[in-house]
């Protein structure tokens, strides 16, 4: 699989091209800015984009308003975007064309390598990636009365599923077991009047739906 | 040598400055000179029989004199700026008043009051002092010149010697008394001036006020963009270095996997201490100035604060257009410390955040639904909020009756 980097820190550019490497990606481009990047994808098509929201030369949404393009343009692309802080309108702007093939985390955890690779993989696979910092920040926007209905922990569990994790991913970072998983998503479904569906990916649908951004 | 060095300075102490002092006089005696010209120029080119004649020739030339008074402010003030070297501040900030703005105010009547009373007043008493001077140089030489007085007069006043000596005494005297005072006068033109060519102590302290307000809101800016230039220094810098770091160590730990055990418990502790810095560094920057804020404004930046507490919050954001920056960073920092005393101390479970702006000014709201009883002097960050606040002329109150709940208004301006 091949992947392009756009970021104007180097030294974060060489750490997300080491990440991806390891991942098993081979890097076709690393450019700098908005209109590099679309020329690369252009050139090069890659599996998966990791762009940074802010670069030159205006240094606002700039990653963003490329990653909207290689949407439209070239869909077969998956796009991950990094980001310094949290910003829930980019997350609604990219997931409510579509959420397949998406990701939005804070640039700190490229540090958490094997994580990262798996966001990686994940999002190239054409799957969803969200912060969790995005999630809960997207949570507390949202402050609808089904949401309050729920437990600490069926919150915990709402939050990983919507960061894209499947029921093995959550139970691994809960520390419970799978089945426990799958009760707390029934119960969580029920409480929030959702039609049980399957896959993951239906799942993440109906939860971003929920959160308003889908 | 001690002592006679004193003795001079006690016999020469009248005339120190004395001589600045005559010429500062004989300036002001100038120009009140060509004020009196112009006054009299009519008497001087024709006799003035008919009344009207006599109303023109008094009323013309001095409406003539009080049109002219700015421009006599301006020369009375360079006389005592280049004569004295006492500076007279103009009594208007920053533009020059017009004339009929000028003859309206408080200040250009207390000006014409100079030119026209004091001025001439003082003037008159300065031709005095000079006449003194005139006739104590006189008398203190009148040995040198006596020889001048025709030999007959000499012939019929015999005495004529003993009367040159009282002269010289009396002028000695008269020296004295006008080094004396020519300073007074001066002294005395300085203040009277002071208080009707310059600022009233009204107009000083709303001078001062106004200056006081612009320089500390200046302070103010000027700390607030220092803390965002550091803020980008570090995320700049140190944070992206860490990062990497930080990837560096997670390779090694992820792609060796044939190290030894005490090996790979090393790169984990590095590994793990890596994200800690970067996390506290990420601490430490949105403390100085968030960049989100700075960005995106204070809905985004005060929705990453509510997402990162340990309770649910609301935040409802509601603002036409941004405030300033400094008004910004009041406002995040009030809300992030308000939270983290509600998390602290309130045991509450749920906290609200409004932002809204009425007219001038941006009423921000923390409550929760806490125990109540805090008191914005007991520790707590309210009391540095509370002066952060009263640096841009904002209010902050707090009302946490014991039981609850906890309310923290504040009012910052906030130009609409």
């Given at each position: 699989m091949r992947a392009v980097i756009a970021e104007d820190s180097v030294l974060l550019r060489i750490g997300v091209a080491k990440v991806l490497q390891m991942a098993g990606f081979e890097v076709a481009a690393e450019v700098g800015d908005g209109e590099a990047l679309l020329a690369a994808v252009e050139e090069h098509r890659p599996d998966i984009a990791v762009v940074d929201v802010r670069m030159p030369p205006g240094f606002t949404d700039e990653g963003v308003r490329a990653a909207l393009v290689i949407r439209r343009q070239w869909p077969d692309t998956a796009v991950l975007l990094l980001s310094q802080y949290v910003e829930e309108r980019y997350a609604a702007d990219l997931l409510s064309a579509n959420t397949s093939g998406i990701g939005y985390l804070l640039k700190q955890r490229v540090a958490d390598v094997e994580e990262f690779a798996d966001s990686l993989r994940r999002v190239a696979a054409g799957g969803t990636a969200l912060d969790p910092q995005v999630v809960s920040q997207l949570l507390v926007r949202r402050h609808s009365d089904p949401l309050d209905r729920l437990t600490p922990r069926e919150r915990e569990v709402l939050?990983?599923?919507?960061?894209?994790?499947?029921?093995?991913g959550i139970a691994q970072q809960l520390v419970v077991s799978e089945s426990a998983v799958a009760k707390h998503i029934n119960s969580i479904l029920t409480k929030l009047d959702l039609p049980q569906a399957e896959g993951d990916h239906r799942r993440v649908l109906a939860v971003l739906r929920f959160l308003g951004v889908a | 040598?001690?002592?006679?060095?004193?003795?001079?300075?006690?016999?020469?102490?009248?005339?120190?400055?004395?001589?600045?002092?005559?010429?500062?006089?004989a300036t002001g005696v100038l120009v009140q000179v060509g004020v009196l010209f112009v006054l009299g120029l009519p008497w001087i080119l024709f006799v003035p029989v008919a009344m009207w004649a006599i109303l023109l020739a008094v009323l013309g030339p001095l409406v003539v004199v009080v049109l002219a008074g700015p421009v006599l402010t301006r020369v009375q003030r360079d006389r005592f700026r280049t004569r004295l070297g006492v500076d007279i501040p103009p009594p208007h900030t920053g533009r020059r008043p017009g004339t009929a703005e000028w003859l309206r105010s408080r200040a250009g009547h207390r000006q014409l009051r100079y030119h026209l009373l004091d001025g001439p007043l003082l003037a008159l008493a300065g031709t005095v002092v000079l006449a003194g001077w005139a006739v104590a140089f006189a008398a203190t030489s009148v040995y040198v010149w006596i020889w001048l007085v025709p030999l007959d007069w000499r012939a019929g006043h015999p005495g004529y010697s003993t009367w040159a000596a009282y002269v010289t005494t009396a002028g000695v005297a008269l020296l004295y008394a006008m080094g004396w005072s020519s300073g007074a006068l001066a002294r005395v033109d300085t203040r009277t001036a002071t208080v009707l060519l310059g600022p009233s102590r009204e107009e000083q302290l709303v001078r001062r006020v106004e200056d006081l307000t612009e320089s500390r809101a200046n302070l103010v800016d000027a700390a607030d963009a220092e803390r965002r230039r550091i803020e980008r220094d570090l995320h700049d810098g140190a944070q992206q270095r860490l990062v990497s770091l930080a990837v560096n160590l997670g390779l090694a730990k992820a792609t060796l996997g044939d190290l030894p055990d005490d090996a790979r418990r090393v790169i984990d502790e590095a590994h793990r201490e890596a994200k800690e810095a970067i996390e506290e560094l990420g601490h430490l920057v949105r403390g100085l100035h968030p960049a989100v804020l700075e960005d995106r404004g204070l809905d985004a930046a005060l929705s990453g604060i509510a997402a990162r507490a340990p309770l649910p919050v609301r935040v409802a954001v509601d603002l036409p257009s941004r405030p300033s920056p400094t008004i910004e960073a009041v406002a995040y920092f009030v809300v992030s410390e308000a939270l983290a005393n509600v998390v602290k101390h309130a045991e509450a479970s749920r906290a609200e955040v409004v932002v809204e702006r009425f007219g001038a000014i941006?009423?921000?709201?923390?409550?929760?639904?806490?125990?109540?009883?805090?008191?914005?002097d007991d520790g707590t960050g309210l009391a540095g909020l509370a002066k952060r606040v009263a640096s841009v002329d904002g209010t902050l109150s707090v009302n946490s009756p014991v039981g609850g709940p906890t309310v923290v208004t504040v009012e910052l301006p906030c130009a609409p």
């Open positions: 939050e990983l599923m919507a960061g894209g994790r499947s029921n093995a | 040598m001690h002592t006679s060095d004193r003795l001079r300075r006690a016999f020469l102490a009248p005339f120190r400055g004395a001589g600045r002092s005559a010429a500062f006089l941006l009423l921000v709201v923390v409550s929760d639904d806490g125990v109540g009883g805090a008191r914005p």
